[in-house]
């Protein structure tokens, strides 16, 4: 299997039920013995674990869990993530305007620090930035905290909503550096409703996952281009 061109990957058939019945940002750790999610429905950071690595049928829901309802928005929260050494992680809340979400809502990306490296129980909020899109469902931060790819859903704004955003930050994980680069790349031609995307700590290889097609994309990313965030060329599978 080539890695993050999904040739050869097979579905192998393991499920968990899981406290928050709205998941977002699935992380797990390197060695596959750890697992974390936010839960849109709960505002909560879950921590799990598995006795053997990667194996879903191991897996002890649920050792941890961290309220991050507090950290400034009080919607929706998506787009979990780590970032290299554990001493913080990203997520993103869909904060309501009006009582709405989608063309209602702007989303905000917050950043929370943590004294004990992944470690949910020890983080708190630390600051946040107002991204351009009202309905991003999730965020992927490269590895130096520069760079930030956030993937908008057409679920309630149409494809006028089905683009991908790169946000550029002067410095690393401090969000008041950061702004819009380039334009915004659609994707409704591929699927109507992404509802997650990762890019590769090299940055050249995304993967989104599609809820309309039910498929998993695989795209290639020019390099140096902020204009054009991913080529015109993907690869799916059920």
């Known amino acids: 299997t080539d890695a993050w061109t999904l040739d050869g990957c097979s579905y192998t058939q393991h499920s968990a039920d899981l406290t928050d019945v709205n998941p977002y940002g699935l992380e797990f750790s390197d060695d596959g013995t750890k697992m974390w999610y936010v839960g849109a429905d709960s505002d909560d950071v879950f921590y799990s ?68 490296p992944y470690d949910i129980m020890s983080c708190s909020f630390s600051e946040s930035y107002t991204l351009s899109e009202g309905n991003i469902m999730s965020t992927t931060v490269s590895p130096d905290g520069t760079t930030i790819i956030g993937m908008g859903s057409g679920v309630y704004q149409g494809t006028s909503g089905e683009n991908l955003y790169r946000y550029d930050c002067s410095t690393g994980f401090d969000l008041t550096s950061c702004s819009q680069t380039g334009s915004a790349v659609n994707y409704s031609s591929t699927d109507s409703n992404f509802s997650w995307c990762l890019v590769n700590d090299s940055g050249d290889r995304m993967l989104c996952v599609g809820n309309s097609n039910k498929n998993i994309y695989s795209y290639t990313m020019p390099q140096g281009n902020p204009n054009t965030i991913i080529s015109a060329t993907g690869t799916a599978i059920e």
């Open 49 to 116: 674990t598995l006795s053997t690595a990667w194996d879903l049928s191991t897996l002890t829901l649920e050792v941890d869990t961290k309220d991050v309802s507090n950290g400034g928005g009080n919607t929706h929260k998506t787009g979990f993530q780590w970032n290299n050494n554990g001493n913080h992680f990203t997520i993103n809340d869909q904060e309501s305007i009006n009582g709405g979400i989608g063309s209602g809502a702007r989303t905000v990306h917050e950043e929370w620090s943590c004294t004990t």
